[in-house]
């Protein structure tokens, strides 16, 4: 489904403190399957997720979906693809303080133009599915961290993306809630949904939803 070719990834290239994250990454992440990326802090795996989620560009290398070349696309075409693509949990969750559960899981949905009543609709369907309808007029900076993640999770299915893209999803979690969360990745997957994760947390590496582990060091592949 996702295919990468010879993926470089530097930053503050030509300067004085210019930095490669990337070095040569090949890889085809699978449709359907959980795949995780490990590896210590600085090996490149959050990079590789911006990039294949169409947040990020390679320096150079090509990115490919369903076989199409998306590398050099023009910004618009991108962001119409990570729309409708790609749903994403961010490490620190990224909602918006001051919001409720519900408008933050609806903010993705808007760009969409669909009425009010069926986002919002769509939005309460999620928030029950994950235990926190009870909670969905509750600013987000009242909830608990697994409120704050189920809600990042609602808010990443809201426009129906083919792949879940994750960063450190249990990072923020104790061992309860992290078990909760492989409880959901295992639900999606069963959807038929692709996932893509990084985690250093063993809990996820050797859970039974992860169907691959991929490992990352200074910016390349070191084990699969």
């Given amino acids: 489904m996702i295919q990468l070719t010879d993926i470089h990834k530097a930053f503050n290239q030509g300067q004085?403190?210019?930095?490669?994250?990337?070095?040569?990454?090949?890889?085809e992440l699978e449709a359907r399957r959980v795949t995780a990326f490990q590896g210590p802090s600085g090996s490149g795996k959050t990079s590789l997720l911006?990039?294949?989620?169409?947040?990020?560009?390679?320096?150079?290398?090509?990115v490919r979906l369903h076989g199409e070349d998306i590398s050099g696309l023009p910004e618009r075409f991108l962001t119409e693809i990570r729309r409708r693509?790609?749903?994403?949990?961010?490490?620190?969750?990224?909602?918006?303080?001051?919001?409720?559960?519900?408008?933050?899981?609806?903010?993705?949905a808007y760009p969409e133009g669909k009425p009010h009543a069926e986002l919002l609709q769509r939005a309460e369907v999620l928030l029950a599915r994950l235990q926190l309808g009870?909670?969905?007029?509750?600013?987000?900076?009242?909830?608990?961290?697994?409120?704050?993640?189920?809600?990042?999770?609602a808010r990443a299915?809201?426009?129906?993306?083919?792949?879940i893209i994750a960063d450190e999803p249990t990072a923020n979690l104790d061992t309860t809630l992290?078990?909760?969360f492989l409880a959901i990745l295992e639900e999606l997957s069963g959807e038929g949904r692709t996932v893509l994760l990084t985690s250093h947390d063993p809990l996820v590496i050797k859970s039974s939803a992860v169907h691959r582990v991929v490992g990352l060091r200074d910016g390349r592949l070191c084990g699969d």
């Avoid at 004085?16 to 890889?27: K, P, Q, R, T, V």
């Avoid at 911006?50 to 090509?62: K, Q």
């Avoid at 009870?134 to 999770?153: D, F, K, N, Y």
């Fill in 50 to 62: 911006t990039i294949v989620g169409c947040l990020a560009r390679p320096t150079r290398g090509r």
């Fill in 157 to 163: 299915l809201i426009n129906d993306p083919e792949v």
């Fill in 85 to 108: 693509t790609f749903g994403f949990v961010f490490q620190q969750f990224n909602l918006i303080r001051g919001l409720s559960a519900l408008d933050n899981v609806m903010l993705p």
């Fill in 16 to 27: 004085h403190n210019e930095y490669w994250a990337l070095s040569g990454i090949d890889l």
């Fill in 134 to 153: 009870h909670r969905r007029h509750a600013r987000v900076e009242w909830l608990s961290g697994g409120e704050q993640q189920r809600v990042a999770i």
């Fill in 178 to 180: 992290s078990k909760q």
